[in-house]
């Protein structure tokens, strides 16, 4: 079946530093990629996605490119701020329908 | 306006009682969803309804029953709780069905058993 593996956190930052967060999947189809940010007490948003080999999401300084010869969608941002601590799912879906098939999440805290 | 509503919030409740969920979405989405969110954040889809119709239900006990009125609500009742149903219960909705759709969640409801 479909499946998402990210890597392990929580990952600790210093405000302006690089970001990358690992995302490989496996999948039966030609899925649609997602990322979503569950920040402190609420619930998720969509940070970003890509639907196509190839296709590149951004949003915020946020980016993720879908590689299909690798099967990874890989989270990056140039310079992180505190305020981007928060929790980042990556996720696809599959299966002819809408349903999100998630990763076990990645936490990011950023420090001053 | 919040898109994505639920209510209650919190819930905390003994085991052995029954319970609902509710949510309403105000962004005419034709698609609604409950995903499980557990103690280690992982997250997985429980149900899904088009147009008030079940398409997709994930191996949940049959204690959970989604009901649809319409399709702007999808509401999430639990019978007999039990201790391992402590979770935070997630709604979503999009606008169809489709693979590429961005699903808008709601802000969860923390359920705490007994």
């Known amino acids: 079946g479909d499946s998402v593996t990210q890597m392990e956190g929580p990952v600790t930052l210093s405000e302006e530093a690089f970001l990358t967060i690992n995302c490989t999947y496996t999948?039966?189809?030609?899925?649609?990629l997602f990322w979503y940010v569950q920040y402190p007490g609420e619930g998720l948003q969509l940070l970003l996605k890509?639907?196509?080999?190839?296709d590149k999401g951004s949003n915020k300084g946020f980016e993720a490119t879908y590689r299909k010869e690798t099967t990874s969608f890989h989270l990056e941002k140039g310079s992180v701020q505190v305020s981007d601590s928060a929790v980042y799912f990556c996720?696809?879906?599959?299966?002819?329908?809408?349903?999100?098939?998630f990763g076990k999440g990645t936490m990011l805290l950023v420090s001053p | 306006d919040t898109a994505v509503s639920q209510t209650p919030k919190y819930l905390v409740t003994q085991m052995g009682n029954d319970k609902s969920i509710k949510c309403e979405q105000n962004?005419?989405?034709?698609?609604m969803y409950w995903y499980k969110q557990d103690s280690k954040k992982f997250l997985k889809i429980m149900f899904s309804?088009?147009?008030?119709?079940?398409?997709i239900n994930e191996t949940v006990p049959n204690r959970f029953s989604p009901k649809s009125p319409d399709k702007a609500h999808l509401n999430l009742h639990i019978n007999s709780l039990e201790l391992g149903d402590s979770a935070v219960y997630f709604c979503a909705s999009s606008q169809l069905a489709g693979v590429a759709d961005t699903q808008y969640f709601g802000p969860g409801t923390r359920l705490t058993v007994l």
């Open positions: 309804y088009n147009n008030k119709e079940l398409i």
């Open positions: 890509a639907t196509k080999a190839d």
């Open positions: 999948a039966t189809g030609y899925p649609s």
């Open positions: 962004l005419g989405h034709d698609t």
């Open positions: 996720a696809l879906s599959d299966r002819g329908y809408s349903t999100l098939t």
